[in-house]
């Protein structure tokens, strides 16, 4: 066997762990900028909860991004980087789907080195520069299927060029990973299935890759035996909280097999 394993991104998992934010937050700063989309934080509450538990915890500033749309562009990323330098932001909150995750991540990426998002992205000869430093990122994610809070990718668009490419790097991991199962409660049955196999062909993918890396294999398998098992009955049963706890389990372990093996 031989394998490489490198994963710096703390996991908290579990009902409710939203709360905890603040406390989680307050390593990093006093001035946060949430990274969101238009609408789906607020009808969840999702956005309501991060920002008290926030405030709760003494958080001086907190700015809402909440531009981010399905397919983020390298326009928004450039857009949320200008704010995060303008305001002295320390730290990125990414709350909501891959697409605001990815966005918080190359926010994070943009903003604390020099150039354009698009600067950053892999060309099949490689990113035109390379980041060297970071901004903190805590990702939380309110569906269950790219795995994003756990590896180093930010799918970005680029519509004038009409290509869609990704940065990569191992300072585009989040710092932290906040995963709350409750938040995936309000995902309708379609949204269900649609992120639930997204999570099912990150593990396939990773599985029958030709990267050899048996404990990324192990994470690949477990996520589509709990797939299987549990994601019809999330889309059957919505408010079906450990449906959505294991499914949100193995979007995680997805995301982390996709890390590794590509």
Request: some cysteine; glycine content about 8%.
């Amino acid at each position: 066997m031989n394998f490489d394993f490198y994963l710096p991104v703390e996991i908290i998992f579990g009902r409710g762990r939203i709360k905890s934010l603040g406390e989680v937050a307050k390593r990093y700063g006093y001035r946060a900028i949430i990274i969101t989309g238009r609408k789906s934080a607020k009808e969840n509450g999702a956005l309501e909860k991060a920002l008290g538990s926030l405030k709760s915890w003494g958080v001086e500033k907190v700015i809402v991004y909440d531009k981010v749309e399905p397919n983020p562009t390298d326009k928004i990323v450039n857009e949320a980087s200008q704010i995060v330098v303008e305001e002295k932001i320390d730290y990125i909150v990414g709350l909501g789907g891959g697409s605001a995750l990815d966005t918080a991540k190359a926010v994070s990426i943009v903003s604390s080195n020099e150039g354009y998002a698009w600067d950053y992205v892999n060309y099949p000869e490689g990113p035109r520069l390379i980041p060297y430093l970071n901004r903190p990122v805590i990702c939380i994610p309110t569906t269950a299927g790219t795995g994003s809070e756990v590896n180093r990718y930010s799918v970005i668009s680029n519509p004038i060029r009409k290509e869609k490419l990704v940065i990569s790097h191992s300072l585009n991991y989040p710092k932290v990973a906040l995963i709350d199962p409750e938040l995936c409660l309000s995902m309708s049955p379609k949204l269900t299935a649609i992120t639930g196999v997204d999570a099912f062909i990150h593990a396939l993918e990773s599985l029958t890759n030709k990267v050899e890396n048996v404990f990324a294999d192990e994470l690949a398998i477990r996520a589509l035996r709990i797939i299987k098992e549990w994601l019809p009955v999330a889309v059957s049963e919505p408010s079906n909280l450990k449906a959505r706890e294991w499914m949100s389990y193995a979007a995680m372990l997805a995301g982390i097999a996709i890390d590794k093996k590509g």
